[in-house]
């Protein structure tokens, strides 16, 4: 299946750069804005958002049907060399483990954070690194999500779990182990404390995810997101439960530190 280019005429594009009147990257930078590939009638795949904005297309398995999301999922991986897949059902995994792959594809199956990466190319090491931290044990699974997308994005991740301030003591150690980090991600439920704090003891980047553990009255996540938009300290905030959000930011942020420190 060929990309389709839309809302550019692509003949025009290209005889103004043999002509000398455009420039070689701004034929890419124009191709690359307006190319996707159409799986049937269903979805349109931006095969070259990572090329576009540094952060790849992530596949939300949740709601599709099985035989649909194997299609979109072979095409993302012929198209871009890379699909990761996210909030997979069991059902879905026998499916994608089923998936007839090309030659030297690979298949990784994160269990926590419930993501499948089918590869056919080596991850390009961006040289940042990411800090992912959470408050309890059962916000895990967020925060591995927001692993496992920094380091598709090349990161170097560190991971510190179970530091809520319930037992604040827990984490001054921790956040010994990411002193260097470029950005850090800080999950939390409950009343969303934790990243808060964070951010107020260290001098890099923090984004906040809040998680959907937590019951009662501002249960859900709800309590703990609006507790970080309140912050006192300065950080940035995510969605409930946006780990890949969360992940895609952190990783973006150390991608830039590292290409600034090699100038």
Known sequence: MSPLIVSVDLRDLLESYGRGEVALDEVLRQIRLVS???VGEMAKIDHHRADRTGIPEAILAEGKEEADLARIVLTQLDAAGLALITR??????????E?????????????????????????QMSGGK???LSAGTADIPVAEEARVTAEVMGCEVVTEYDLGVAGIHRLFPS???????????????REGTLPTVVAGLVEVPVIGLPVSTGYGAGGEGQA?????????????VVN??????????????AGNCARRRNM
């Not at 956040?175 to 439920?189: H, I, N, R, S």
């Not at 703990?224 to 940035?236: E, T």
Request: proline share 2%.
């Open 175 to 189: 956040l010994e182990k990411v002193m260097d980090a470029d950005a850090l991600v800080v999950a939390a439920g």
């Open 36 to 38: 996707y590939r159409s």
């Open 88 to 97: 997979v059902t069991d059902p879905q995994l026998q499916v994608l483990r």
């Open 130 to 132: 990411v800090g992912v």
């Open 240 to 253: 409930i439960d946006a780990g890949f959000v969360a992940g895609a930011f952190a990783a973006n942020v």
């Open 224 to 236: 703990a997101l609006l507790s970080m938009l309140q912050s006192c300290s300065v950080m940035v």
């Open 99 to 123: 998936l007839d792959l090309p030659h030297g594809a690979g298949f990784r199956w994160e269990e926590r954070a419930r993501m499948v990466v089918l590869s056919s190319k080596k991850v």
